[in-house]
């Protein structure tokens, strides 16, 4: 986990003009206590350990024809073997929230997993204004698949030290 100060930190969209979608906010100035933020997503091995404590909880597991190389065998309950120190995907919000709960943590609110990616200065990207480049994330399906967590670290990562803050997959919060 990485500690985050308390303090004002600028959240949304630098341009109000420029909102790329309706779920995105105009900036304004937001003050957060401290709080604690995983620094990187939880891999295929970390939620592995979930699904063992808790054997009737089901495994990250869909039907499409994009799912299958991240499909866990439902009947042995292990994860794709390449995917190890993959990010786990296909878990829904309740998902997250139960695996939550198990090891004793949050899922962070929306402007905690913000704060904690771009900082306090109001920068577009974790690392700065510049946009990605294949040495800090894996956008645009330049890969084809998911990465290995910190795989761009330390050219990616956050202020703070968080890594794959951006790109390789989306990440759910409590708001």
Not at 129 to 137: D, I, L, Q, S, V
Not at 151 to 170: E, I, Q, R
Request: charged letters at 25%; aromatic letters at 12%.
């Amino acid at each position: 986990l990485i500690r985050i100060p308390a303090g004002p930190f600028l959240y949304g969209s630098a341009d109000s003009d420029d909102l790329a979608s309706d779920d995105e906010k105009p900036q304004r100035t937001v003050n957060l206590p401290e709080y604690w933020i995983g620094r990187s997503p939880i891999t295929n091995v970390q939620y592995k350990r979930f699904l063992d404590a808790n054997p009737g909880h089901r495994v990250p597991w869909r039907l499409e024809d994009w799912a299958r190389p991240y499909n866990w065998d439902e009947v042995q309950r292990v994860y794709p073997l390449d995917k190890a120190d993959h990010p786990v995907v296909l878990v829904s919000w309740d998902d997250a929230r139960a695996f939550c709960v198990w090891a004793e943590l949050a899922l962070p609110t929306e402007e905690q997993w913000e704060k904690a990616a771009r900082g306090t200065d109001g920068r577009i990207w974790p690392w700065g204004n510049k946009p990605p480049t294949t040495e800090h994330c894996n956008f645009g399906i330049n890969v084809g698949g998911t990465t290995a967590v910190g795989k761009y670290s330390p050219t990616g990562d956050s202020p703070y030290g968080c890594v794959d803050m951006a790109g390789n997959v989306w990440e759910w919060t409590a708001s």
